[in-house]
Nanobody, 115 residues
Framework: QVQVVESGGGLVQAGGSLKLSCAVS????????IGWHRQRPGKQRELVAT???????NYADSAKGRFTISRDNAQNTVYLQMINLKPDDTAVYYC?????????WGQGTQVTVSS
């Protein structure tokens, strides 16, 4: 089993920044892609950014220029650096680890951006 745990959320003022962490443990060697998704109030869950084991990244339009996804050297933690946060970024942010045989989600971390 693969466990996914997000951290780093919190309350931040508009224009501020946060760095979210996604720690992956368990049988994670086969992970192909780790992604960050978010669910804003009253909205469907949406993709924010993904990163593959090869380092390829993909961003939603809403994240481009403001959010950066990255990995640590051990490939067991993925980060989402968020800058210039806006109230519309308020959401529960979820980390997702994907392989050919599993799709594991964390429980989410709340990001609240105040005006």
């Amino acid at each position: 089993q693969v466990q996914v745990v997000e951290s780093g959320g919190g309350l931040v003022q508009a224009g501020g920044s946060l760095k979210l962490s996604c720690a992956v443990s368990g049988r994670s060697a086969s992970i192909a892609v780790i992604g960050w998704h978010r669910q804003r109030p009253g909205k469907q869950r949406e993709l924010v950014a993904t990163i593959s084991t090869s380092g390829h990244t993909n961003y939603a339009d809403s994240a481009k220029g403001r959010f950066t996804i990255s990995r640590d050297n051990a490939q067991n933690t993925v980060y989402l650096q968020m800058i210039n946060l806006k109230p519309d970024d308020t959401a529960v942010y979820y980390c997702n680890a994907v392989s050919i045989v599993f799709n594991s989600w964390g429980q989410g971390t709340q990001v609240t951006v105040s005006s």
